[in-house]
């Protein structure tokens, strides 16, 4: 069972900027992929960037260049940089890990909290 804790969130003005961190209970050398997703209220979860082992990454359409994902082998961890955050950024982000890149199991982190002041 993979562990995830996402750290990070909070309030910023618009155009600010946030580190969310993701720690991962396991060597994620050995995690396919891991991801960022965020949920609004009223809304379904969306993917906002995935990376793999391969160093293949891809994010969401509205990201549009502000958000930047990395994944540290040495520390276990996942990050998303966030730039020029807008109000429509408001949501809480969780941490996704799928082990296999074959189907299996995919684990949720509890999410947190960013919320851009309108």
């Known amino acids: 069972q993979v562990q995830l804790v996402e750290s990070g969130g909070g309030s910023v003005q618009p155009g600010g900027s946030l580190r969310l961190s993701c720690s991962v209970s396991?060597?994620?050398?050995?995690?396919?992929?891991l991801g960022w997703y965020r949920q609004s209220p009223g809304k379904e979860r969306e993917v906002v960037a995935e990376a793999d082992t391969y160093g293949w990454t891809d994010y969401g359409a509205f990201v549009k260049g502000r958000f930047t994902i990395s994944r540290d082998d040495t520390k276990d961890s996942v990050y998303l940089s966030m730039n020029n955050l807008d109000v429509a950024d408001t949501a809480v982000y969780y941490c996704?890990?799928?082990?296999?890149?074959?189907?299996?199991?995919?684990?949720w982190g509890l999410g947190t909290q960013v919320r851009v002041l309108g």
């Open positions: 996704r890990a799928k082990p296999s890149r074959l189907g299996g199991s995919i684990y």
């Open positions: 396991e060597d994620i050398g050995g995690i396919y992929l």
